[in-house]
């Protein structure tokens, strides 16, 4: 089955809005075995529109589209499919009932230009829009005009608003693509996600053992993110979860605990959960990545059990008279030094009892650097019970970009720590 998506919005284009549909479409659409062989932007120009629709249905057995069904001059992805189609487009009594019900029970006149929306070309099939006022439409197109002698196909009009879309998608789309375009044979994704190694070096280490994999029909691909890696396993057919349940454990067996999760668990979310199996709780005091790790950390449900407190410490200042920091170590090694790291962790943990604490300090730049200390100079502080240590990165990025690397090291930190009291516990306490 081929599958292609259209997204319409000439903001799109401009960048004036992320085009994040086609990120969730894709993947609720996969979840269910559905991959998408294409997805086009195009904006809200009519021409572009038809031949972005025509192209698509003379290749795929369904086309998906997103936007222009609302009542505005540049909402006009109904009538031009209507057109293409050659469907005549008639008032349907029931929808235009449930547009004036929308308004009338949040006591709003309904404008006059919003009854276009109870338009529907001939033989539609509507999917009512509980969340907004522009209903969802699905177009059986057999036989299709723009694919002679192929199989028929569906086209299927999707709000642009995501309060609209997303609801739609799950609760009508997804269940009607499973009646009338079942999955005929297994499907199978599963993604490993990694961090500490480069995409390069990730696909060095496992590739030979997946080489019989592949020649069997498993697909293996990456995904880098900033300080991950991510590893998809996809597999069609009856061998479908054998070829992908051996690829995992060989990537287990090969990686190790590089693997912090799976499909989407975010490294937060990771340490959280071993932190609250563990019993033991955190507290970070942070420089240079400015509240960027408490956030990611208080992002996760339930990590008010495990997370005592943040504490962003900026300036030479703050560093004394909140976490103790000496005059002296900031004079004789500066605020990005080892020293100050040590001290930072080991203040941060003194003052909120915390069974483990991470400090950040470095030059996020783009200027402070020096030839000793060059921009991006990262020290991470990490103490507990056993002691303190400093690591010494240099992430020489963007500020962002920084941030992000520099607080995905110091969770990094935290979770190897856990896993070797997770090693150790279960030396002294052997299963058994």
């Not at 990537?251 to 959280?272: C, K, M, P, Q, S």
Request: hydrophobic share 40%.
């Amino acid at each position: 089955m081929r599958i292609e998506l259209i997204n319409t919005g000439t903001e799109l284009l401009l960048g004036r809005v992320l085009n994040t549909h086609q990120h969730w479409i894709c993947r609720r659409l996969a979840d269910h075995g559905y991959v998408v062989n294409r997805a086009t932007t195009v904006p809200d120009t009519g021409p572009e529109i038809a031949a972005a629709v025509q192209e698509a249905l003379g290749r795929a057995d369904l086309v998906l589209t997103t936007g222009g069904l609302g009542p505005t001059s540049d909402d006009r992805t109904r009538e031009l499919v209507a057109e293409l189609l050659g469907l005549t487009l008639r008032e349907e009594p029931e929808t235009l009932a449930r547009i004036k019900q929308f308004f009338a029970s949040r006591n709003r006149p309904m404008p006059d230009r919003v009854r276009i929306q109870a338009l529907v070309p001939q033989g539609a099939l509507v999917l009512p829009n509980p969340n907004g006022t522009a209903p969802g439409l699905a177009i059986d197109a057999s036989p299709n005009p723009f694919r002679a002698g192929g199989p028929p196909a569906w086209l299927i009009l999707l709000p642009g608003p995501t309060r609209e879309l997303r609801p739609m998608m799950t609760d009508q789309v997804i269940p009607l693509l499973l009646q009338r375009l079942p999955r005929t044979e297994p499907f199978v994704c599963r993604t490993l996600r990694t961090t500490g190694l480069g995409e390069s070096l990730v696909e060095e280490r496992i590739a030979g053992s997946l080489d019989a994999l592949v020649r069997g029909g498993l697909e293996a691909g990456y995904c880098a993110r900033n300080g991950e890696v991510d590893i998809r396993l996809v597999a069609c057919g009856t061998d479908a979860q054998r070829l992908v349940a051996e690829a995992e454990q060989a990537i287990l067996n090969t990686l190790g605990r590089h693997i912090f999760g799976f499909e989407d668990e975010l490294l937060e979310e990771a340490v959280v959960r071993l932190l609250q199996e563990s019993g033991r709780t955190l507290a970070v005091a942070e420089s240079c990545t400015g509240g960027h790790l408490a956030n990611r950390i208080t992002n996760v449900p339930g990590a008010s059990k495990v997370f005592l407190t943040s504490l962003v410490a900026y300036s030479n200042q703050a560093k004394q008279d909140l976490l103790g920091v000496s005059p002296e170590t900031l004079v004789r090694h500066g605020a990005v030094s080892e020293a100050v790291a040590r001290e930072m962790a080991e203040g941060i943990r003194r003052r909120t009892g915390a069974d483990i604490a991470v400090a950040t300090t470095g030059i996020a730049g783009p200027d402070g650097g020096t030839p000793e200390k060059p921009v991006g100079t990262v020290y991470l502080g990490w103490t507990d019970d056993r002691g303190t240590r400093v690591l010494k990165r240099i992430n020489a990025y963007d500020r962002e970009t920084f941030k992000q690397i520099t607080s995905q090291q110091a969770l990094e930190l935290v979770r190897r720590a856990l896993l070797r009291e997770e090693r150790e516990a279960e030396k002294e306490n052997p299963a058994g």
